[in-house]
């Protein structure tokens, strides 16, 4: 196996030709993913949920880089029209991504349920992507070596899926659900890797976690005990967006990259440092709960995948 053990964004090869969409792209996690994709050539479609952040995001980054090809689209993830019409317009004008890189995330808010009564840390970090993810994989599997790579999180490792209570109604932590929702992440980033491998297609599912990382993740939606910690107390152990990137780089773009596998930090804990192969939780890949869980966002989204089920 090649070592990832000095990996960086310098290692990242000739991009030209290839067409990346990395949801939450105009800051944090998404933003680095997006400088470090640019600046080796690729075309890079920010899907973000306010586009004035992501023009100023554009601008900087072409400041930066001149001639960097970037594109900025609206994409509410928690809203399943709005994913539905960033997908169909991507189709109507003709934009065949060949890696889509699922990365935007909301963390541990107040319970708060969307319009169609899901559970917002639930519909934005797994049902948004799972059917983004289902209406673009037909037209990436004629791409060139079309990826897709789920960010997760290590926290998937303690966290359970509350089937019986998706919503929080009966007994809500913020953290809880956020944990719930990166165990989804991940479960979902497996059970397409098993679906794609079944129906022989070409494409991956990776799984990438960045460690801890300073973001405006910890800080634009948590409240209370959650917000002091991640947001204040625990900044000064956190590594830069640029290096809590380098997992999904990772897996978006190395040449030795395999389906199913997760990327993460390799410094203790993995809570930072260069990426390397990471185990996944058993549960995580449990074909059972992989099931379950598809069987669940199917119906919630409206979203059907053209991929059998695995054996």
Do not use: C
């Amino acid at each position: 196996m090649t070592s990832q053990k000095r990996w960086s964004a310098d290692q990242i090869p000739d991009q030209s030709g290839r067409v990346f969409v990395v949801t939450g792209a105009n800051s944090g996690l998404g933003l680095a993913t997006t400088r470090a994709l640019a600046r080796r050539g690729a075309r890079v479609i920010l899907a973000v949920r306010d586009e004035e952040k992501g023009r100023r995001a554009v601008a900087d980054l072409t400041a930066e880089l001149p001639g960097a090809r970037l594109e900025v689209r609206r994409l509410e993830l928690s809203d399943m029209e709005s994913v539905r019409m960033f997908a169909d317009r991507l189709k109507s004008d003709g934009v065949r991504p060949d890696v889509l890189v699922n990365n935007a995330g909301v963390m541990a808010p107040p319970r708060t349920l969307t319009g169609q009564g899901v559970e917002v840390q639930f519909a934005a970090n797994h049902l948004g992507h799972f059917a983004l993810t289902g209406l673009l994989l037909g037209r990436m599997a004629e791409g060139k070596d079309p990826r897709v790579v789920t960010v997760t999180s290590a926290n998937h490792r303690q966290a359970k899926i509350f089937f019986d209570d998706l919503t929080g109604e009966q007994k809500y932590s913020p953290m809880g659900y956020y944990n719930q929702s990166k165990l989804a992440n991940a479960v979902f980033g497996w059970e397409l890797h098993r679906r794609l491998t079944a129906a022989g297609s070409p494409v991956r599912s990776i799984l990438a976690h960045p460690g801890y990382t300073s973001t405006n993740l910890q800080t634009s939606a948590p409240v209370g005990m959650v917000k002091l910690l991640f947001g204040r107390l625990l900044v000064p152990l956190a590594q830069s967006p640029d290096q809590g990137a380098l997992p999904q780089l990772y897996a978006a773009t190395a040449p030795d990259v395999r389906g199913g596998e997760l990327f993460g930090p390799d410094g203790t804990g993995e809570l930072r440092g260069a990426p390397k192969r990471v185990q996944l939780a058993p549960r995580a890949a449990d074909p059972e709960t992989g099931s379950r869980l598809w069987q669940l966002s199917e119906p919630l989204t409206g979203v059907r995948f053209a991929l059998p089920a695995a054996a």
